[in-house]
């Protein structure tokens, strides 16, 4: 069946412009979670929804990020006036309701870079 | 905020050895969780460890999560070129919802 997938798989940008990644999560699939991950490093929490409660966004890192969820199913993180320091791989993760929430299935990431 | 160190940061292997990694807290998780990244994907869950000293295997991989709570390992058994990848530790923690904390990863690469 088909996984979690994003888009796009590569973006790049100038500094100060505005970005919108997108994330199609499993059919099914109620939580959904967007983590960055810088170059080398591990995956750092931004932002988890789950049904039709409040998001926890207590992990991004500034309010140049937001994320939505639309109908439950495909989420879209915005990145505004983009830094450098915002150049990382952001992947998009989903997981289902009765299953431990935790054991999260992962999309393929979408590279961004600012220059 | 809770951190996880991952040890070693990178390893060489040889095809049929045995490799061993770990991850410690500076506080304890409810459950640990051991995902692989291949380069150009996402982390894929081999092993989720739900109790306390509980020791699972998948195939060539077996972990165990620590006594203390505080610690786990990930053991790749004969190993083969396919395993080379990063191995990332995460630690779910109840009272933080369905957060995970990951670890930076451990790169597993082939001896030249």
């Known amino acids: 069946g088909a996984g979690v997938s994003q888009s796009p798989s590569n973006k790049v940008t100038e500094k100060g412009k505005d970005v919108e990644l997108r994330c199609d999560p499993i059919?099914?699939?109620?939580?959904l979670y967007w983590y960055r991950q810088s170059l080398g490093q591990g995956l750092e929490f931004l932002i988890y929804?789950?049904?039709?409660?409040?998001?926890?966004k207590s992990g991004l890192p500034s309010d140049r990020f937001s994320a939505e969820r639309t109908g439950g199913s495909v989420s879209t993180l915005t990145i505004q006036r983009t830094q450098q320091e915002d150049s990382a791989v952001y992947l998009c993760?989903?997981?289902?309701?009765?299953?431990?929430?935790?054991?999260?299935?992962f999309g393929p990431g979408t590279r961004l870079t600012v220059l | 905020g809770q951190q996880l160190n991952q040890s070693p940061q990178s390893m060489f292997i040889q095809e049929g050895e045995d490799v061993s990694m770990n991850c410690t807290s500076s506080s304890i998780f409810n459950t640990w969780l051991w995902y692989k990244q291949d380069p150009g994907e996402g982390p894929v869950l081999l092993i989720a460890?739900?109790?306390?000293?509980e020791l699972t295997s998948n195939g060539r991989l077996t972990a165990q999560f620590g006594i203390t709570r505080k610690d786990s390992f990930l053991n790749i058994s004969a190993s083969i070129p396919s395993d080379v990848g990063i191995y990332f530790c995460a630690g779910h923690l109840k009272a933080a919802g369905n957060k995970l904390t990951f670890g930076g990863g451990t790169r597993v690469l082939v001896k030249p």
């Open positions: 993760a989903s997981s289902q309701e009765l299953a431990p929430l935790y054991e999260q299935f």
């Open positions: 059919s099914g699939h109620t939580a």
């Open positions: 929804f789950q049904g039709n409660s409040a998001p926890d």
């Open positions: 460890l739900y109790k306390a000293g």
